[in-house]
């Protein structure tokens, strides 16, 4: 039930002791000074009020008196006439004052002798009082029966908390903004991009994250490039020697030999392309936006063969590294035409994924074997191999370029009796 993400439960953290102590604080205070304090006042009023009534019932001449002091002292307004009660009530039923008050009125004067109401005058309660045939009228302050006002109390008791709150959100927004970064970075570095634009911030403990993140990036490219570097050289030395055989080749008078042994320096020439080409997929290509209608008709004009088949593709686009994504479509197309007749690559999109299946008619790779073609160097004799003079790293090339693009890649048996890879990719 409680959130994912670390600003929101560091949010929760700061913002619901603050919003409890708020709770308690209001309760408290609600039922053990304001309840409490209102009915005291109220009661005193009450009281006034009857001490008023009882005045007037045993002394009447010097009522004028009476009432005068009230008004003078406590800014009474007394009033007697013989004027019937209101047939409409003016309680409010929910009001802690009007509570308050109809129970101090009814405990002083009984049922049915009192009526009051609190909201037609801005800062005075009316009240009247019966009394035989006549009915004592009172114009009393309002703060006579409230102690304070609930507006203000609710505004004193929600504002420091929204106060405090807004400031935690400025605090903690700085500090899980380095971890974001730091996320993203990772996820990129992750997809293959090289993160050259990264700089460590926040805490210290974020930032010795974040720095160690961009050191252990750093040496991994380095590694990567040191491969790469490494296999190029010998890929150019091998050559070297291997292009003066076939010069030597070329000057034997004995055909039948010469063609037998240029046979097997072209296969030699060949695996060095696949072992250099199994280097380069973690080239320094920057990701950008790939139009995927574009791509596969470009592919389309290259490959060139009507067994290719393509179902109408909108424009659907996502980011990746295009030579990488190409090299992976081509090889797996390739493959299909070597070892079927006819390619079909059909093309699904979801809320956040883009999913491509590649069917072919082949003899297909039995479903023991799904997870051993993707090691490198390995060979399938008996069924089939991503290229037949290669070195088994075909199909490892291809899982390394959707792996290092955030997708997968899974085989199965497709609807033509052949080979279906499907391929997952995020956009």
């Known amino acids: 039930m409680l959130p994912k993400r670390l600003f929101y439960r560091a949010l929760i953290i700061v913002a619901a002791p603050t919003i409890i102590l708020q709770l308690i604080i209001t309760i408290v205070f609600y039922d053990s000074i304001w309840i409490k304090a209102n009915k005291n006042i109220t009661r005193s009023l009450v009281s006034q009020l009857k001490t008023i009534q009882n005045v007037y019932q045993n002394n009447r001449d010097n009522l004028d008196f009476f009432t005068d002091s009230y008004k003078n002292n406590f800014n009474f307004e007394i009033g007697i006439n013989k004027k019937p009660f209101p047939k409409y009530t003016g309680e409010r039923r929910f009001s802690p004052m009007d509570r308050s008050l109809r129970r101090e009125l009814k405990s002083a004067f009984g049922n049915n002798n009192y009526w009051f109401n609190t909201t037609q005058f801005k800062n005075a309660v009316e009240i009247k009082i019966k009394n035989n045939d006549e009915t004592i009228e009172f114009l009393v302050p309002k703060e006579m029966i409230s102690a304070s006002s609930v507006r203000l109390f609710v505004l004193w008791t929600t504002l420091p908390s929204l106060v405090l709150i807004f400031i935690a959100l400025v605090f903690l927004k700085n500090q899980t903004r380095p971890l974001v970064k730091l996320a993203k970075a990772a996820e990129r570095f992750g997809k ?232 997952s990719l995020p956009f």
């Open 192 to 423: 293959g991009d090289y993160v050259n634009d990264f700089r460590p911030s926040g805490a210290a403990e974020i930032r010795k994250a974040a720095y160690e993140f961009d050191r252990m990036a750093k040496r991994i490219n380095r590694h990567l490039n040191q491969r790469s570097e490494m296999l190029s050289g010998i890929s150019h030395d091998l050559r070297t020697p291997l292009t003066r055989l076939k010069l030597q080749l070329a000057m034997i008078d004995q055909k039948n030999i010469s063609e037998k042994m240029s046979k097997d320096i072209d296969e030699m020439e060949d695996m060095l392309n696949d072992y250099l080409q199994f280097a380069k997929t973690q080239s320094k290509e920057k990701s950008s936006s790939i139009n995927l209608a574009n791509l596969f008709d470009e592919i389309k004009r290259e490959i060139n063969n009507e067994n290719f088949n393509l179902e109408f593709i909108d424009g659907i686009e996502f980011n990746g590294r295009n030579s990488a994504i190409k090299r992976c479509f081509v090889n797996i197309i390739q493959n299909g035409l070597t070892y079927g007749k006819k390619v079909y690559v059909t093309i699904q999109k979801t809320s956040n994924r883009l999913i491509i299946f590649f069917e072919d008619d082949g003899p297909g790779i039995p479903s023991d074997q799904y997870k051993n073609v993707f090691k490198p160097f390995f060979r399938l004799d008996k069924s089939r191999n991503l290229n037949k003079s290669g070195v088994g790293l075909g199909l490892t090339i291809v899982e390394d370029i959707i792996n290092s693009h955030g997708g997968n890649i899974q085989l199965g048996k497709s609807k033509f009796n052949g080979l279906q890879i499907k391929v």
